[in-house]
């Protein structure tokens, strides 16, 4: 099982960056696939998650109306569209992958994300 994430990096008040996962290794279109965050000093935190077929997403509230997550199950991969970024959407970003959890909770290894002028 691999999820690999990648689009990270850094960013100016305000600006856009688009995350990806790519998975591998198992059946990816049976997954709720989520994106969580973790910022120096914080908790793990969820940020964007969808449903397998993807027809249901939910956000946590501080990212509601600028991120939005979708998936592309031909590709085995979920997105992450960030627009107008805040220094306080600095973290390490993770991709989710879970089905009948806890006997399926895969985790990627997490991408920097920078907000910063």
């Known amino acids: 099982v691999q999820l690999v994430e990648s689009g990270g990096g850094l960013v100016q008040p305000g600006g856009s960056l688009r995350l990806s996962c790519a998975a591998s290794g198992f059946t990816f279109n049976n997954y709720h696939m989520s994106w969580y965050r973790q910022a120096p000093g914080k908790e793990r935190e969820l940020v964007a998650g969808v449903s397998s077929a993807g027809g249901s997403t939910n956000y946590a509230d501080s990212v509601k109306g600028r991120f939005t997550i979708s998936r592309d199950n031909a590709k085995n991969t979920v997105y992450l569209q960030m627009n107008s970024l805040k220094s306080e959407d600095t973290a390490v970003y993770y991709c989710?992958?879970?089905?009948?959890?806890?006997?399926?909770?895969?985790w990627g290894q997490g991408t920097q994300v920078t907000v910063s002028s």
């Open positions: 989710n992958a879970g089905y009948k959890r806890p006997l399926y909770d895969y």
